[in-house]
């Protein structure tokens, strides 16, 4: 996990160097930078795989080809062995990428299963630019007269560059040859269309067994660390379900009990529950309980750290800030739960109508799964490397994508008396106590008391619109000329919001 700046044309060093530097809190553990031709290349580095030679941009054989990754790569090792371990000169997994874009070009992208935004400058002297498929780590840009910028925040950019400031596209790779060309789907077109399951929606052994063991491999493979790695736990089932695997993951493998982190303020229901899981696995736990003053003092900060201005997002952001800035003192990286509701339907709204029938449910946890680069996954990228530390989203790996999007969608149908979610719950049957198997949801600003707390301060608003466009009013001041619908997707509208 790290930060890359990238620019091709004509070349301003000096502002490529001050880009980077304003994404120092990214990568505390090192600065690097590469420049051939009219294409510069600039990393600042986090370090977890291979600490002492990982350093970037990694450079091919005699030199002619650099690349900067910001992200990690899950099947590393299968790479080294397909592409020959002889090959590699680091045990960093980001040399993967190196040798798989070298061997294979563009289409090497295909190989990768993980999360990045990258620079590839080939021998040739060609630019490659990339980003996962579901949008787990940020990249920007911004096309100029005369050169085209890339870096993973806006607070990067120049002010006389923002106004030209746009998200890059998951799933898609640019090079000033080919200009952008869409290269993966966070949701495959196969699975997009509701496939029909059984009436009522009953779930077999064999479809619960297929959902566990996914999503225990995609967890098993994120623990993958050269340094410390804990797990973000709200007490709520999907990070239970991930601290329970890791735990897990950890004992079997003689690791130190394995750190989770819970924050809310006292005596809220997050904090209660995630004791709860964290004494059933035998954790090592941390909390951090927020106070009204806490939350208040953090919330412009929220506000710059995420670069949004949504009013759950910011809301939630709060409470994932002090976590984060407490954890990143203890481990380098952590596991969350983000993206198990969009595939699980776990989200009230998607219980009731349109969404009782099975294609629009299905439409809609696409969208969801689609959108979600824009909103949770900038918040939970943002508010951990504020703090230089990385954050793993195991549930949206795109295997696990793939196969809870295959899945019927009258198997994520709720009847009364029902869960939402039931099909994971009873894919974890036996792995949690059964009070926080059976726990309903609570949206993360709700759980951790964030809500309540930042209502009352600001209570002179008359609704959530008032609130919402009052933190529009502070991004705009962090972040004036940057156009939000071209980086953030959000319409501001005469000072309000456009959902």
């Given at each position: 996990?790290?930060?890359?700046?990238?620019?091709?044309?004509?070349?301003?060093?000096?502002?490529?160097?001050?880009?980077?530097?304003?994404?120092?809190?990214?990568?505390?553990?090192?600065?690097?930078?590469?420049?051939?031709?009219?294409?510069?290349?600039?990393?600042?580095?986090?370090?977890?795989?291979?600490?002492?030679?990982?350093?970037?941009?990694?450079?091919?054989?005699?030199?002619?080809?650099?690349?900067?990754?910001?992200?990690?790569?899950?099947?590393?090792?299968?790479?080294?062995?397909?592409?020959?371990?002889?090959?590699?000169?680091?045990?960093?997994?980001?040399?993967?990428?190196?040798?798989?874009?070298?061997?294979?070009?563009?289409?090497?992208?295909?190989?990768?299963?993980?999360?990045?935004?990258?620079?590839?400058?080939?021998?040739?002297?060609?630019?490659?630019?990339?980003?996962?498929?579901?949008?787990?780590?940020?990249?920007?840009?911004?096309?100029?007269?005369?050169?085209?910028?890339?870096?993973?925040?806006?607070?990067?950019?120049?002010?006389?560059?923002?106004?030209?400031?746009?998200?890059?596209?998951?799933?898609?790779?640019?090079?000033?040859?080919?200009?952008?060309?869409?290269?993966?789907?966070?949701?495959?077109?196969?699975?997009?269309?509701?496939?029909?399951?059984?009436?009522?929606?009953?779930?077999?052994?064999?479809?619960?067994?297929?959902?566990?063991?996914?999503?225990?491999?995609?967890?098993?493979?994120?623990?993958?660390?050269?340094?410390?790695?804990?797990?973000?736990?709200?007490?709520?089932?999907?990070?239970?379900?991930?601290?329970?695997?890791?735990?897990?993951?950890?004992?079997?493998?003689?690791?130190?009990?394995?750190?989770?982190?819970?924050?809310?303020?006292?005596?809220?229901?997050?904090?209660?529950?995630?004791?709860?899981?964290?004494?059933?696995?035998?954790?090592?736990h941390h909390e951090v309980v927020m106070?009204?003053?806490?939350?208040?003092?953090?919330?412009?900060?929220a506000i710059r750290t995420i670069e949004?201005?949504?009013?759950?997002?910011?809301?939630?952001?709060?409470?994932?800030?002090?976590?984060?800035?407490?954890?990143?003192?203890?481990?380098?990286?952590?596991?969350?739960?983000?993206?198990?509701?969009?595939?699980?339907?776990?989200?009230?709204?998607?219980?009731?109508?349109?969404?009782?029938?099975?294609?629009?449910?299905?439409?809609?946890?696409?969208?969801?799964?689609?959108?979600?680069?824009?909103?949770?996954?900038?918040?939970?990228?943002?508010?951990?490397?504020?703090?230089?530390?990385?954050?793993?989203?195991?549930?949206?790996?795109?295997?696990?994508?793939?196969?809870?999007?295959?899945?019927?969608?009258?198997?994520?149908?709720?009847?009364?008396?029902?869960?939402?979610?039931?099909?994971?719950?009873?894919a974890f049957t036996g792995w949690l106590?059964?009070?926080?198997?059976?726990?309903?949801?609570?949206?993360?600003?709700?759980?951790?008391?964030?809500?309540?707390?930042?209502?009352?301060?600001?209570?002179?608003?008359?609704?959530?619109?008032?609130?919402?466009?009052?933190?529009?009013?502070?991004?705009?001041?962090?972040?004036?000329?940057?156009?939000?619908?071209?980086?953030?997707?959000?319409?501001?509208?005469?000072?309000?919001?456009?959902?």
């Amino acid at each position: 996990m790290c930060a890359i700046v990238a620019a091709v044309g004509d070349l301003d060093v000096g502002l490529c160097r001050a880009m980077l530097a304003r994404l120092a809190h990214r990568g505390p553990d090192g600065t690097g930078e590469v420049r051939i031709g009219d294409v510069w290349l600039g990393h600042q580095r986090l370090s977890i795989m291979d600490v002492e030679g990982g350093h970037q941009p990694l450079a091919g054989p005699g030199g002619a080809s650099f690349l900067v990754v910001n992200g990690e790569i899950y099947n590393h090792r299968r790479l080294r062995e397909e592409l020959g371990a002889e090959r590699f000169l680091t045990g960093s997994d980001s040399e993967a990428v190196l040798h798989a874009l070298l061997l294979d070009g563009p289409v090497g992208l295909a190989r990768l299963r993980g999360m990045f935004a990258l620079a590839f400058l080939d021998e040739t002297g060609s630019l490659l630019v990339a980003r996962d498929a579901v949008g787990v780590k940020p990249l920007y840009w911004a096309r100029r007269d005369g050169c085209v910028l890339f870096a993973s925040e806006l607070r990067a950019f120049d002010p006389a560059d923002r106004p030209s400031v746009e998200s890059f596209p998951p799933g898609h790779c640019w090079s000033p040859r080919s200009g952008l060309v869409r290269f993966a789907d966070a949701v495959p077109t196969a699975v997009r269309p509701a496939r029909r399951g059984r009436a009522g929606g009953e779930r077999d052994e064999a479809l619960l067994k297929a959902v566990r063991e996914a999503v225990i491999g995609s967890i098993e493979d994120q623990m993958m660390s050269d340094v410390g790695i804990g797990v973000f736990l709200s007490g709520g089932l999907d990070s239970a379900i991930v601290s329970a695997v890791a735990a897990e993951y950890a004992r079997r493998h003689g690791h130190a009990r394995l750190p989770t982190f819970a924050v809310g303020a006292e005596g809220s229901s997050d904090l209660l529950a995630a004791r709860v899981v964290a004494g059933h696995l035998g954790a090592e736990h941390h909390e951090v309980v927020m106070s009204p003053q806490d939350a208040v003092a953090a919330l412009p900060r929220a506000i710059r750290t995420i670069e949004h201005f949504d009013l759950h997002l910011v809301r939630s952001a709060v409470p994932n800030l002090l976590l984060a800035e407490y954890a990143s003192r203890h481990v380098s990286v952590v596991l969350t739960g983000e993206g198990a509701d969009e595939l699980f339907a776990g989200y009230p709204d998607c219980h009731r109508e349109p969404y009782r029938d099975p294609a629009a449910l299905q439409a809609r946890l696409v969208e969801t799964v689609e959108g979600l680069h824009w909103e949770n996954l900038q918040r939970c990228d943002r508010t951990t490397m504020a703090f230089g530390l990385e954050a793993r989203v195991p549930f949206l790996d795109q295997g696990v994508v793939e196969l809870m999007l295959s899945i019927p969608p009258e198997y994520k149908t709720t009847r009364p008396g029902m869960a939402e979610k039931q099909l994971l719950r009873d894919a974890f049957t036996g792995w949690l106590p059964e009070e926080i198997l059976r726990r309903g949801k609570l949206q993360f600003g709700h759980g951790t008391g964030a809500k309540d707390v930042l209502t009352a301060a600001l209570g002179a608003m008359a609704s959530d619109d008032d609130e919402e466009a009052a933190f529009y009013r502070l991004w705009r001041a962090e972040f004036p000329g940057i156009d939000s619908r071209r980086a953030v997707g959000r319409s501001p509208v005469t000072g309000r919001v456009q959902r």
